[in-house]
């Protein structure tokens, strides 16, 4: 909504000034929401203040048994290379899975000014926490070795957050659950979303009419009972009014663990 603009008779010259930024102010966010949208004003501008600690794995790099359905998959998420966090709030109900976060921690003397660029693939709660980092995340946000075991020391830190848009690289995937069945029991994880997208639909073409999918936990939608022959899919995500065409259809001899490339990128 516009606020309304009072035109004084006589204006001071500053006056004038406030009003032509406002006026610039609210043609510019136009301008982001018709053309820009939802690319760049999905962004978040400012940064959170929060806290952060991690976990310990044998390599570093994050878990395959993480709340959000991931899987070995989940352990490394394409070139973040272990780079991931168990988040809390950001959950959303398995919403956040998948999500991409620039964290900075604020002690000026050991933390990295660029922090870490990491994906959220499980639940994770610590002391007033919003991430619960893998050591190859909460690695970077040390300015070089010695910091991060500094870093370490405190075991949970004061940090600064925003989302980012994440740059997977790749089309986007399919992947069966191991826990599917062919016949009788069909779940999927959709992977390498990329931008600022939140997957909150999946459908099923089956006898002449798309029907959703379930969110059973995390990332996973399931259907039981799908049907025989090829599965055709397709997904929605925050930001665009229309469905994701995949521009592909998982064949019928699908099997638990079997992972499908679509023909789209966002």
């Known amino acids: 909504m516009y606020d309304a603009v009072t035109y004084v008779s006589g204006p001071k010259s500053s006056d004038c000034h406030s009003e032509m930024e406002l006026s610039f102010k609210h043609q510019l966010g136009l301008v982001c929401v018709i053309l820009l949208f939802p690319a760049l004003c999905y962004s978040q501008e400012y940064y959170t203040k929060s806290r952060a600690t ?75 926490t919003d991430f619960v980092m893998s050591p190859q995340a909460f690695l970077k946000l040390g300015r070089d070795q010695k910091s991060y075991e500094e870093l370490k020391k405190y075991g949970t830190v004061d940090i600064e957050y925003k989302r980012v848009p994440c740059t997977y690289t790749g089309n986007v995937l399919f992947h069966i659950k191991e826990t599917s069945s062919n016949p009788g029991y069909f779940a999927v994880v959709i992977l390498n979303v990329n931008g600022v997208h939140d997957i909150t639909a999946v459908e099923m073409w089956q006898s002449g009419k798309w029907k959703s999918l379930n969110r059973n936990y995390g990332a996973v939608f399931d259907f039981p009972n799908p049907p025989s022959g090829e599965i055709r899919l397709r997904f929605k995500v925050s930001g665009r009014a229309d469905w994701v065409d995949p521009m592909i259809v998982i064949p019928s001899n699908w099997y638990p663990g079997s992972t499908y490339a679509t023909k789209v990128q966002l």
Not at 81 to 97: F, H, T
């Open 54 to 128: 991690f976990y310990s794995t044998s390599d570093g790099y994050g878990t395959p048994t993480g709340a959000c359905g991931f899987g070995e998959y989940g352990r490394k998420m394409n070139w973040y290379d272990g780079r991931v966090a168990g988040v809390s709030g950001l959950y959303r109900n398995g919403v956040g899975c998948g999500t991409c976060y620039q964290v900075k921690c604020l002690i000026s003397s050991l933390c990295d000014e660029n922090g870490a660029y990491l994906v959220a693939t499980d639940q994770g709660y610590g002391d007033r």
